[in-house]
């Protein structure tokens, strides 16, 4: 919510791991992440509203090292410009004018011409599914449209060569307000309210990871049947440099995954007033993505950011309009540069090939 808004682990490795993560519900946070044997080719970003800016971010920084991202509700990448006006205005109401897709998408060129973002090539075959729900009036359809129109411009004229193989999913038909969907949980599916996850007979985990991996190559169960393990994400500072994140994160773990599985990666990003310390687990445990994970072979990383009036983000916003600092939309960003130290802790490192 936003209202401001790619080898199989050892039976050693395993059974260490499994130990770490016994019992039920999270653990207690470690300094550090399990070893997991996890294929780095497999490997995408999802999120909700300042999630889903944060998770675009993320696929335009390191598009060689991801394979596609799932994005609900969220503005486009790059269209803040550094200023939290913008970024009420244009980038959630559309005020004064919608965002410009081929304007975000020739920025987006120059960044990675300049080497602050991935290579435009490397969102060549990637797949992205996009979601704008007929009943959300904090982030309006135009603006959910340019974070699916970025792509399409750089598909055509914008990018030299234009990016070609890209599977783009455009979805905005459903009477859904600003919430992630699920089947069954959370507040009536037309209204915009806590925890921003909506019961609406559609299962947006199901949608999202068949569009970025696939069929499932096995049968989904009724409920996760791993981990959740909590993890803590101030060890992963870069250059020891506050991002402004929470001090514990959560890590789903589906039991083949401790086993003799290889398996990918979903970085899932929680909307704003929707972190932890605001809704406990509750986008953990009820977005659906857990028991998919289970039935395609992915863990979900759940990082969490945090609230703070200096800076201003007392929402625990995503920085999508430069809360962090300078190039928080590069790989320079402080968040993103956190990110690239977490999955390189989990052997899928996002730094250039």
């Not at 989904?220 to 909590?230: E, F, I, M, P, W």
Request: proline share 6%; aromatic share 8%.
């Amino acid at each position: 919510a936003m209202n401001f808004s790619k080898a199989s682990s050892s039976g050693a490795l395993a059974l260490a791991v499994a130990l770490s993560l016994g019992g039920c519900g999270s653990q207690a946070a470690e300094s550090s992440l399990p070893a997991l044997s996890l294929d780095p080719a497999r490997v995408s970003v999802v999120g909700l509203s300042s999630g889903a800016a944060m998770a675009q971010q993320a696929h335009f920084a390191f598009s060689d090292r991801l394979i596609g991202a799932g994005l609900i509700a969220g503005p486009p990448y790059g269209c803040a410009e550094g200023d939290l006006g913008t970024a009420r205005g244009r980038c959630m109401k559309g005020e004064p004018d919608a965002p410009d897709a081929v304007k975000l998408a020739e920025r987006a060129r120059e960044l990675a011409d300049a080497g602050k973002i991935a290579p435009l090539s490397g969102l060549d075959g990637d797949r992205v599914w996009v979601l704008h729900g007929a009943s959300d009036a904090t982030v309006k359809e135009p603006v959910t449209r340019a974070s699916y129109a970025i792509y399409e411009a750089l598909q055509r004229e914008v990018a030299q060569p234009p990016v070609a193989g890209m599977k783009l999913v455009w979805d905005a038909q459903r009477d859904i307000g600003h919430a992630w969907p699920t089947v069954d949980k959370g507040v009536p599916c037309a209204t915009t309210e806590a925890p921003f996850i909506a019961a609406c007979g559609f299962d947006a985990a199901q949608a999202m990871l068949e569009a970025l991996y696939g069929a499932a190559p096995r049968a989904v169960a009724d409920a996760a049947g791993g981990q959740v393990l909590a993890f803590n994400q101030d060890a992963y500072r870069p250059a020891g440099e506050d991002a402004y994140l929470a001090d514990e994160g959560f890590l789903y773990v589906p039991p083949q995954c401790v086993q003799d599985t290889r398996c990918g990666a979903v970085i899932a990003f929680h909307g704003c007033e929707q972190n932890a310390a605001s809704l406990d687990r509750q986008f953990v445990d009820d977005n659906g993505l857990n028991r998919w994970a289970d039935a395609h072979d992915l863990v979900v990383v759940y990082p969490q950011a945090r609230a703070s009036f200096m800076p201003l983000n007392p929402k625990a916003c995503w920085d999508w309009w430069g809360y962090s600092g300078a190039g928080y939309d590069t790989r320079d960003g402080r968040q993103l540069a956190w990110l690239a130290g977490l999955t390189a802790a989990l052997g899928i490192p996002l730094e250039a090939r």
